[in-house]
């Protein structure tokens, strides 16, 4: 099905929607041909990212819902191959270092929404590749 992968290409990152806006969304609309999928299409295309692992649930009724282009273990990786390349395992980075400073600029990850860039680490942490960092006043991570 090619509407999913289309939906993602526009998401990019993490996006969060809501079912009773869904039809407006870009994301969710063909403006060039001026159409709109019909609610019952909209459901189709999200069962099947949800399916793929790119969308979950935000709440019972179904009705928000977190659009993921890249799923946290793939965002993981590609951090973590970062850290890797760099020589910079056994370093400690904070949230920001990682996702908003000057080393990190030409990488996919950078400007990566926080709670997406959390759950990569967490990820990372279930594979013993990393130790996440929770301070009251900021959040950093350890690799290994």
């Known amino acids: 099905m090619v509407f999913p992968r289309i939906v993602l290409l526009q998401a990019q990152q993490a996006v969060h ?7 407006r969304e870009p994301a969710l609309q063909q403006q060039k041909i001026q159409r709109k999928f019909s609610t019952e299409s909209i459901q189709v295309v999200l069962e099947e990212l949800r399916k793929k692992g790119n969308l979950e649930w935000l709440d019972k009724n179904k009705s928000r819902f977190l659009i993921m282009w890249r799923r946290p273990e793939e965002w993981g990786k590609l951090i973590y191959q970062w850290v890797s390349k760099n020589g910079m395992t056994n370093s400690v980075f904070t949230f920001y270092e990682l996702t908003s400073g000057d080393d990190t600029e030409k990488e996919e990850f950078h400007g990566l929404d ?3 860039l959390l759950r990569s680490l967490q990820y990372l942490q279930q594979e013993h590749k990393a130790e996440v960092i929770m301070l ?4 950093g991570v350890k690799f290994f």
């Open 114 to 116: 926080e709670s997406m």
């Open 136 to 139: 009251s006043d900021n959040k």
């Open 17 to 23: 929607y809501d079912c009773a806006r869904g039809a």
